[in-house]
């Protein structure tokens, strides 16, 4: 698992973790909050496209901190690549509002411009 300084769960990368989902899947039966396991949950399924399993997982991340801007980024990235558009400029909105001039604010006004550009 890659971690960045400043990461809340190292779990900023789309490339696919070296994690067993099924274990993921059986510690979070256990402990369906902990916010460590579906964050590594959710970058795994929307690695292997299971987006609507991402989906899932990043709106209970964002139960638990409704102010990450990570959570509100990837989720926007999840609902764009479901078809999901306007839900997606919506939760890069966020991400630049809550992260702003941080690193997250700046991915999320890319994604917005490239939206604006290909609509």
């Not at 590594?40 to 989906?55: C, M, R, V």
């Not at 102010?67 to 400029?89: F, I, V």
């Not at 997250?104 to 411009?113: D, F, I, P």
């Amino acid at each position: 698992m890659t971690r960045l300084p400043g990461d809340s769960v190292g779990i900023t990368h789309y490339d696919s973790p070296d994690v067993d989902i099924e274990e993921i899947e059986r510690m979070l039966e256990s402990d369906p909050m902990n916010e460590g396991f579906l964050a590594i949950a959710a970058l795994t399924y929307y690695s292997s496209g299971e987006l609507e399993k991402a989906l899932f997982a990043y709106e209970k991340l964002l139960t638990i901190d409704v102010r990450s801007p990570e959570y509100h980024y990837c989720m926007g990235n999840t609902c764009y690549r479901l078809g999901r558009k306007d839900e997606a400029l919506h939760q890069w909105q966020l991400t630049a509002n809550l992260d702003e001039g941080g690193r997250y604010a700046r991915r999320a006004k890319k994604r917005l411009e490239e939206a604006m550009l290909n609509s």
